[in-house]
Protein backbone atom coordinates (compact mmCIF):
# COMPACT_ATOMS: atom_id res chain seq x y z
CA UNK A 1 0.00 0.00 0.00
CA UNK A 2 2.39 2.24 1.00
CA UNK A 3 4.39 2.71 -2.54
CA UNK A 4 0.88 2.96 -4.21
CA UNK A 5 0.84 5.68 -2.04
CA UNK A 6 3.88 7.37 -2.89
CA UNK A 7 4.13 11.11 -1.60
CA UNK A 8 0.17 11.34 -1.72
CA UNK A 9 -2.20 12.73 0.91
CA UNK A 10 -5.02 11.04 2.11
CA UNK A 11 -8.39 11.93 0.74
CA UNK A 12 -11.66 10.29 -0.49
CA UNK A 13 -12.00 9.19 -4.25
CA UNK A 14 -10.01 8.93 -7.33
CA UNK A 15 -9.29 5.99 -9.85
CA UNK A 16 -9.63 2.51 -8.91
CA UNK A 17 -5.62 0.93 -8.34
CA UNK A 18 -4.42 -1.29 -9.80
CA UNK A 19 -3.44 -4.92 -7.46
CA UNK A 20 -5.10 -2.91 -4.34
CA UNK A 21 -8.91 -3.81 -4.11
CA UNK A 22 -11.23 -1.21 -3.27
CA UNK A 23 -8.11 1.84 -3.45
CA UNK A 24 -8.26 5.21 -5.15
CA UNK A 25 -6.01 7.10 -5.92
CA UNK A 26 -5.72 10.56 -7.79
CA UNK A 27 -3.17 13.49 -8.86
CA UNK A 28 -2.60 14.30 -4.99
CA UNK A 29 -4.36 11.67 -3.22
CA UNK A 30 -4.98 8.20 -2.21
CA UNK A 31 -7.76 6.54 -0.51
CA UNK A 32 -7.13 3.04 1.29
CA UNK A 33 -10.13 0.04 1.27
CA UNK A 34 -12.56 0.57 4.24
CA UNK A 35 -11.72 -2.32 6.89
CA UNK A 36 -7.47 -0.38 6.92
CA UNK A 37 -8.82 3.26 6.75
CA UNK A 38 -9.23 3.93 10.54
CA UNK A 39 -5.94 1.52 10.54
CA UNK A 40 -4.34 4.17 8.41
CA UNK A 41 -5.76 7.20 10.21
CA UNK A 42 -4.56 6.06 13.23
CA UNK A 43 -0.79 5.44 12.45
CA UNK A 44 -0.90 8.89 11.01
CA UNK A 45 -1.78 10.00 14.08
CA UNK A 46 0.54 8.85 15.99
CA UNK A 47 3.24 9.24 13.53
CA UNK A 48 2.23 12.99 14.40
CA UNK A 49 2.38 12.90 18.63
CA UNK A 50 5.49 10.37 17.78
CA UNK A 51 7.71 13.55 15.61
CA UNK A 52 7.74 16.25 17.08
CA UNK A 53 11.24 17.82 15.39
CA UNK A 54 13.81 16.18 17.98
CA UNK A 55 15.98 13.22 17.02
CA UNK A 56 16.44 14.54 13.05
CA UNK A 57 13.30 13.66 12.52
CA UNK A 58 10.74 16.89 11.21
CA UNK A 59 7.51 17.76 13.24
CA UNK A 60 4.94 15.63 11.64
CA UNK A 61 2.00 17.00 11.60
CA UNK A 62 -1.92 16.49 9.54
CA UNK A 63 -3.10 19.46 7.93
CA UNK A 64 -6.09 19.94 5.86
CA UNK A 65 -4.38 19.70 2.64
CA UNK A 66 -3.46 17.39 -0.45
CA UNK A 67 -0.71 19.03 -1.67
CA UNK A 68 1.99 18.45 0.86
CA UNK A 69 4.13 16.23 -1.25
CA UNK A 70 7.10 15.91 0.60
CA UNK A 71 6.72 18.28 3.05
CA UNK A 72 6.44 16.84 6.81
CA UNK A 73 2.86 17.46 6.76
CA UNK A 74 0.12 14.89 5.93
CA UNK A 75 -3.39 15.65 4.81
CA UNK A 76 -6.50 15.74 5.35
CA UNK A 77 -7.19 16.14 8.75
CA UNK A 78 -10.72 16.08 8.43
CA UNK A 79 -11.01 12.72 6.28
CA UNK A 80 -8.50 10.96 8.47
CA UNK A 81 -10.63 11.72 11.31
CA UNK A 82 -13.41 10.52 9.87
CA UNK A 83 -11.36 7.45 8.62
CA UNK A 84 -10.70 7.01 12.55
CA UNK A 85 -14.21 6.97 13.45
CA UNK A 86 -15.87 5.27 10.85
CA UNK A 87 -13.50 2.32 11.46
CA UNK A 88 -12.70 2.17 14.97
CA UNK A 89 -9.87 -0.59 16.81
CA UNK A 90 -11.05 -3.73 16.00
CA UNK A 91 -9.47 -6.89 17.15
CA UNK A 92 -6.77 -7.75 14.49
CA UNK A 93 -5.40 -3.92 14.50
CA UNK A 94 -5.49 -4.55 18.86
CA UNK A 95 -3.68 -7.54 18.91
CA UNK A 96 -1.02 -6.22 16.44
CA UNK A 97 -0.35 -2.88 18.84
CA UNK A 98 0.04 -5.45 21.16
CA UNK A 99 2.63 -7.34 19.53
CA UNK A 100 4.57 -4.03 18.45
CA UNK A 101 4.72 -3.33 22.43
CA UNK A 102 6.18 -6.56 23.31
CA UNK A 103 8.45 -7.28 20.35
CA UNK A 104 9.53 -3.62 19.15
CA UNK A 105 10.82 -1.28 21.51
CA UNK A 106 7.58 -0.87 24.10
CA UNK A 107 6.04 1.48 21.25
CA UNK A 108 2.05 1.45 21.17
CA UNK A 109 0.02 3.55 19.07
CA UNK A 110 -1.96 5.28 22.12
CA UNK A 111 -4.49 6.31 19.37
CA UNK A 112 -5.48 2.08 19.22
CA UNK A 113 -6.04 1.94 22.99
CA UNK A 114 -7.90 5.34 22.56
CA UNK A 115 -9.33 6.29 19.96
CA UNK A 116 -11.42 8.95 21.54
CA UNK A 117 -8.05 10.68 22.10
CA UNK A 118 -8.22 11.69 18.39
CA UNK A 119 -10.94 14.57 18.93
CA UNK A 120 -9.04 15.57 22.37
CA UNK A 121 -6.04 16.57 20.21
CA UNK A 122 -7.47 17.22 16.83
CA UNK A 123 -11.05 18.72 17.86
CA1 LIG B 1 -7.56 14.14 -4.65
CA1 LIG C 1 -9.69 -1.42 10.53
CA1 LIG D 1 4.33 16.35 15.44
Same mark, same amino acid.
Given at each position: ?29 ? /? =??? $? !????? &??? %????? @? ?10 ? /? =??? $? !????? &??? %????? @? ?14 KRRNER?HA ?21
Amino acid at each position: MNSDRGNLDFDNGGSAVNQCSDCWRDGDSF /E =PRD $S !VKGDV &ARM %IFYMA @VRYEGGDGFANL /E =PNE $S !VNNNT &APY %IGMLS @VLKAWSAGDPPDAFEKRRNERIHAQWQHNRNPFIDHPEWVTSIWP
